[in-house]
């Protein structure tokens, strides 16, 4: 059974670098035609896909974010992390990690982000 867990710090001081991982167990993040993917959900909003890594280590990101963002794995610990830089107030989220290929897909509990001085 896949299981992830997403772990960071909850508050994040406007200008700063949002930075979260999640810690992927039961499967490999490096197995080609999977994806480890990071998602968020503003309060009050619908589901926005941040961007991924694939297996191969191959990065793809959100054209609306893509300026702040970078995702990046420690594949000896199974465990892939975002950077989110410049934060502001409008970042406030509570940030998913998900791991899937077709139609199979998991996702960890979510960890809440709030930017805030």
């Known amino acids: 059974q896949v299981q992830l867990q997403e772990t960071g710090p909850g508050l994040v001081k406007p200008s700063q670098t949002l930075s979260l991982t999640c810690t992927v167990s039961?499967?490999?993040?490096?197995?080609?035609?999977?994806?480890s993917t990071w998602i968020r959900q503003p309060p009050g909003k619908g589901l926005e896909w941040i961007g991924h890594i694939g297996g191969s280590g191959n990065t793809y990101y959100s054209s609306s974010l893509k300026s702040r963002t970078s995702i990046s794995r420690d594949t000896s610990k199974n465990q892939f992390t975002l950077q989110l830089s410049s934060v502001t107030p409008e970042d406030t989220a509570v940030y998913y990690c998900?791991?899937?290929?077709?139609?199979?897909?998991?996702w960890g509990q979510g960890t809440q982000v709030t930017v805030s001085s």
């Open positions: 039961g499967g490999s993040i490096t197995i080609n035609g999977y994806y």
């Open positions: 998900a791991y899937h290929t077709g139609n199979w897909q998991t």
